[in-house]
């Protein structure tokens, strides 16, 4: 049973462009959540989605951020015109749901900015 | 007040000894608590889950006071592979399926 997968693990982008940030969550799992986490800093939540729904964006800046978990596909965090500030690590968890409240994280997306 | 505060550390022990961390919590509607640790540069891997009946997982021990709103986790024989930073995690209402308040950390370095 394969782990939370993120792609890409590393993602350079410069000021200005747009970052795509993709999570397929572990097989089974119906919730994901995005958090990033700032370099020296802890875990920060960002936004919690089920399939087609955003259910909680409270941690979400208000411009340029956005995300989504299609009914087909992995989830996508999307940052437009990116700043030096978004440089972070962005981490994607999913969780059961129903069964198990307990949230598993896929390996990163280092994102720098230059 | 934080809403989940850690002892950043670093706590440096040797090898067979026993530490403890703590953690307070300030969310009285927090249902779900949850030890992770994570290591340099990689992503937070759940060590167990908290229980206020207590639980222990070999070496492993954590305890949950609510009516102090405080967590601990006890490692016993402390082994070179558990250096890494200890994350205090509780979750943010009163579902289960809500995310997650993550302390800052406490980083733990077992000496040969």
């Known amino acids: 049973n394969a782990g939370v997968m993120q792609n890409p693990r590393h993602l350079v982008r410069r000021r200005g462009q747009e970052a795509r940030l993709r999570c397929s969550p572990m097989?089974?799992?119906?919730?994901v959540y995005w958090y990033r986490q700032l370099p020296e800093e802890g875990l920060k939540f960002m936004v919690y989605?089920?399939?087609?729904?955003?259910?909680?964006e409270s941690g979400m800046p208000k411009e340029r951020f956005s995300a989504e978990f299609p009914k087909e596909g992995p989830s996508i965090l999307r940052i437009q015109q990116v700043v030096r500030g978004d440089s972070a690590a962005y981490f994607c968890?999913?969780?059961?749901?129903?069964?198990?409240?307990?949230?598993?994280f896929g390996p990163g997306t280092r994102l720098t900015v230059t | 007040r934080k809403e989940v505060e850690q002892d950043p550390g670093p706590f440096n022990v040797p090898e067979g000894a026993t530490v403890a961390f703590n953690c307070t919590y300030s969310?009285?509607?927090?249902?779900?608590f949850f030890w992770y640790r994570q290591d340099c540069r990689k992503e937070p891997k759940l060590l167990m889950s908290?229980?206020?009946s207590g639980n222990e997982d070999g070496r492993f021990t954590a305890q949950l006071n609510r009516a102090s709103q405080y967590i601990s986790l006890l490692i016993r024989d402390s082994k070179l592979s558990d250096s890494a930073t200890y994350l205090c995690?509780?979750?943010?209402?009163?579902?289960?399926?809500?995310?997650?308040?993550f302390g800052k950390g406490t980083r733990l370095s077992v000496i040969a």
């Open positions: 968890a999913s969780s059961p749901g129903l069964t198990s409240y307990e949230q598993y």
């Open positions: 097989k089974g799992h119906s919730h």
């Open positions: 989605l089920q399939k087609e729904n955003i259910i909680d």
């Open positions: 969310n009285s509607a927090s249902q779900s």
């Open positions: 908290v229980y206020s």
């Open positions: 995690v509780v979750n943010k209402g009163r579902s289960g399926n809500t995310p997650l308040v």
